[in-house]
Nanobody, 125 residues
Framework: QVQLVESGGGLVQGGGSLRLSCVVS????????MSWFRQVPGKEREFIAA????????YYEDSMKGRFTISRDRANNTVSLQMISLKPEDTAVYYC??????????????????WGQGTQVGVSS
């Protein structure tokens, strides 16, 4: 079992930055790649980035490279997503998830083992 609790969402002006955090707890964390997805109402969930819990290797969706950076702090059991140059189209609910790392890449929501509750990000124009 893995538990994930996100924080850091909110409303920001276009061009601004935001850092999301996710506290990770549970067992056998070494089996997972911690990842971020997002979902706009009425649209499918979209993969952003993943990071292997032990090695720290990262993988990004091509369209997310450059503005989104995933990192993890094993000492504090947290995974973060730094977002810069935010655009109104980045408005979504952002989810921290755990994916069995041998199942990806690529990472789709169909292979996610555990989901956080999500945190809302709003970007104004």
């Amino acid at each position: 079992q893995v538990q994930l609790v996100e924080s850091g969402g909110g409303l920001v002006q276009g061009g601004g930055s935001l850092r999301l955090s996710c506290v990770v707890s549970g067992s056998r964390l070494s089996m997972y790649a911690m990842s971020w997805f997002r979902q706009v109402p009425g649209k499918e969930r979209e993969f952003i980035a993943a990071i292997a819990w032990i090695s720290g290797s990262t993988y990004y969706e091509d369209s997310m490279k450059g503005r989104f950076t995933i990192s993890r702090d094993r000492a504090n059991n947290t995974v973060s997503l730094q977002m810069i140059s935010l655009k109104p189209e980045d408005t979504a609910v952002y989810y921290c998830v755990a994916v069995p790392q041998w199942l990806g890449p690529p990472f789709s929501d169909s292979i996610v083992a555990y989901w956080g509750q999500g945190t809302q990000v709003g970007v104004s124009s």
